[in-house]
C-alpha cells in the first residue's frame, strides 16, 4: 500500500497507533496496579483529577488555570524567542557590514555563547527579581548567541553572484543587505529558531521552576510540594504536547511561508 | 546590428591591463599582465580559451568587479573603471534569480533602484517577458523554470535596466545542445533589436562562432590574444558552411 496519500499519512498514522499502544499499556498497569503507577499514574487518574479540579491548578490565591499557564509560559518563551531572533539578525548584519564590529563583537559571542542558559538564573533573579523579564531574558540568553553564530553562517553561505547582481542594478551596500541578503537567510535563520525553541522551552520551563510562580514549569514544582503525582504527570503532559504543537505550527510556518532555500 | 569601423570609439579600450590576486603571502599574478585590447561597440564579442586562460577574469574585470594594477586598466567611456557601474551589467553561469521572487519579480527587481525607472513598472515588466517569450511564466518562480527559461529571465532583468553592455559568463553552459542554440538565436535577436555590446565568454567553439560578430581566443601566459576573427554573416551562423568550418579549425588549432 503505497499512495501518496497514505505516504502523507502513514508518520501520523503509525506514530498515533505507537503512543496509543503505550497508553493502553501503561492503563493496564494501572488497573493492575503495578507499584510503578503510584509514581506514574495513569493517564485515566490524573486527566480525571484535573477534570475534577475544572482545570484549575494550585491552592488558593496562587492558583491558575491552564489556560492562564500556558498563556505564561508561551509569553515569555516566545517574547524570548522574537527577542533573540531580531538581536541576532540586527548582530549579523552589523558583523557582516562591518569588519570593525566583529572584531568587538566576536569574543563576546564565542565566550558566552556555551553558558547554559539556567547558569543565567540566579543572575537574573538578582537584576530583573522574581518575574516574566527574568524568564524572558532566560531565554533570550538562550537562544541569541547559537542564533547569532547560526545568522553568520547562513550569511556566508549566500552565493556572492546574488549581492554582485544586485550591487550591478544599483544596489546599494545597505539595499543589498536588505533586499537580498536578509530574504536569502530567513529560512535558514527560522529553521535555526524552530530548532532552538526545545532549548528556550526548557530554559523557560526550568526558570519557572526554580523562581517563577506561575507557568507550566511551576505546576511541577507544585505537583513536588504537595507529593502529588498526579499533577507531575499532568503537567509533563501538557509541556510535552504544547511543546511538540509549537514544534509542529514552526515547521508548518517555515514550509509555508519561508520555503525557499538558496 | 552596427557595423564597426576602424574609426567607432570602442566600448572597452584594456590599456596595459595587469591584474594580481591578492594571496596570503603577497600577490598572486593571473594571466593578465599588460595586456592591450578594444573591444568594440554595439557588436558581440565572444572569448575563447583554455581553463585558467584568464577570460573570467578578464571579463569580471570589463564589469569593475576585479580591480587592475595601478600601472594600467580598463578604459571606459575614456575613464579607467574603478569599480561596478550600472551601464555594465554582467548574468553568471548561474545563481542569477533570487528564489524567493518570481520572473516577475525578478525582472522588476532591476528597475527597483533605478532613479530613471519607467513610471509604468508592470507594463515594462511584461513588455521585456513578452521580448525573452516568458508572459506565461510570470507567477511561476525560478525552481518552477528550465535551465533556459531561467537564464533568459536573468536576461530580461539585466535588459530592463537598458544597459550599454551586457557581460555574459558561460550563461548557458549547463543547458543542452537544442536549448542553447535556440539561446543564441535569442541573444542575436536582442542584440539587433537593442544595440547593445555584448561580451560574453565560453569554452564552447561552435557558441562563440554562432554567437560572436567577433571571436578573441585568448591564450598564453601572459594572456594574448591568439587568434581575432570578423564572425558576422549568415555564412557563420551555418554550422556547415565552409567559412565557419575554416574559422572553426583555426580555432581548434590554437587551443588544443
Redesign the interface.
Known amino acids: 500500500m503505497s499512495t501518496p496519500a497514505w505516504d502523507k499519512a502513514a508518520p501520523w498514522v503509525v506514530g498515533g497507533i505507537s503512543v496509543a499502544c503505550v497508553i493502553a499499556a501503561w492503563e493496564i498497569a494501572g488497573v493492575a496496579e503495578l507499584p510503578v503507577t503510584t509514581v506514574l499514574p495513569p493517564p485515566s487518574q490524573f486527566m480525571a483529577m484535573v477534570i475534577e479540579s475544572d482545570f484549575r491548578i494550585g491552592l488558593g490565591s496562587q492558583s491558575a488555570t491552564l489556560l492562564e499557564s500556558l498563556s505564561s509560559t508561551f509569553g515569555r518563551v516566545f517574547a524570548g524567542m522574537l527577542l533573540a531572533f531580531v538581536a541576532a539578525i540586527i548582530t549579523g548584519a552589523a558583523i557582516s557590514l562591518s569588519r570593525f564590529t566583529t572584531w568587538c563583537v566576536s569574543p563576546f559571542l564565542y565566550l558566552l555563547a556555551p553558558i547554559a542558559p539556567i547558569a543565567w538564573i540566579p543572575t537574573a533573579i538578582v537584576v530583573f527579581g522574581i518575574n516574566n523579564a527574568t524568564a524572558i531574558f532566560i531565554v533570550f540568553m538562550g537562544v541569541y548567541f547559537i542564533l547569532t553564530i547560526g545568522t553568520l553562517a547562513e550569511i556566508r553561505r549566500v552565493?556572492a553572484?546574488?549581492g554582485?547582481?544586485?550591487?550591478?542594478?544599483?544596489?546599494?551596500r545597505w539595499?543589498q543587505w536588505l533586499?537580498?541578503v536578509m530574504?536569502?537567510i530567513l529560512p535558514g535563520v527560522f529553521t535555526l529558531l524552530r530548532t532552538n525553541f526545545i532549548a528556550a522551552w526548557m530554559a523557560v520551563l526550568v526558570a519557572e521552576m526554580v523562581g517563577l510562580r506561575d507557568g507550566l514549569g511551576a505546576i511541577i514544582m507544585m505537583g513536588r510540594n504537595l507529593f502529588n503525582n498526579e499533577l507531575i504527570m499532568f503537567g509533563m503532559l501538557v509541556i510535552g504536547v504544547s511543546g511538540f504543537v509549537v514544534d509542529r505550527s514552526l515547521a508548518l510556518i517555515g514550509n509555508r511561508i519561508l520555503w525557499?532555500?538558496? | 546590428m552596427a557595423v564597426a569601423t576602424e574609426s567607432q570609439e570602442p566600448v572597452f579600450r584594456l590599456d596595459d591591463l595587469t591584474v594580481n590576486f591578492r594571496g596570503q603571502s603577497g600577490p598572486v599574478p593571473s594571466p593578465l599582465q599588460g595586456l592591450n585590447l578594444d573591444i568594440r561597440a554595439n557588436e558581440i564579442t565572444t572569448i575563447l580559451g583554455a581553463s585558467g586562460c584568464g577570460k573570467s577574469t578578464l571579463l569580471r574585470t570589463l564589469g569593475g568587479f576585479v580591480i587592475p594594477e595601478d600601472t594600467g586598466g580598463v578604459l571606459y567611456k575614456k575613464q579607467f573603471l574603478t569599480g561596478p557601474t550600472t551601464d555594465i551589467v554582467m548574468i553568471f553561469q548561474e545563481n542569477n534569480l533570487y528564489p524567493w521572487l518570481t520572473v516577475k519579480g525578478n525582472v522588476r527587481f532591476g528597475l527597483r533602484f533605478r532613479k530613471n525607472a519607467p513610471e509604468d513598472l508592470d507594463k515594462a515588466v511584461a513588455d521585456m517577458l513578452s521580448n525573452v517569450g516568458l508572459s506565461d511564466a510570470a507567477r511561476a518562480y525560478p525552481h518552477q523554470l528550465s535551465g533556459g527559461m531561467r537564464q533568459r529571465t536573468a536576461i530580461a532583468r539585466a535588459l530592463i535596466t537598458r544597459p550599454r553592455v551586457l557581460l555574459l559568463d558561460e550563461p548557458f553552459s549547463a543547458l543542452d545542445i537544442s536549448l542553447k542554440r535556440r539561446m543564441h538565436s535569442m541573444i542575436h535577436t536582442l542584440q539587433e533589436e537593442t544595440d547593445i555590446s555584448m561580451v560574453m565568454v565560453t569554452h564552447d567553439v561552435e557558441e562563440a562562432i554562432t554567437v560572436g560578430d567577433r571571436v578573441l581566443v585568448l591564450g598564453g601566459n601572459p594572456a594574448n590574444v591568439l587568434v581575432d576573427a570578423d564572425a558576422r554573416g549568415p555564412e557563420m551562423r551555418d554550422r556547415y558552411s565552409k567559412e565557419y568550418l575554416n574559422l572553426q579549425k583555426k580555432i581548434e588549432e590554437v587551443i588544443f
Do not use: D
Open positions: 552565493p553572484e546574488y554582485i547582481v544586485a550591487g550591478n542594478l544599483g544596489a546599494s539595499q533586499f537580498v530574504p536569502a525557499w532555500r538558496v
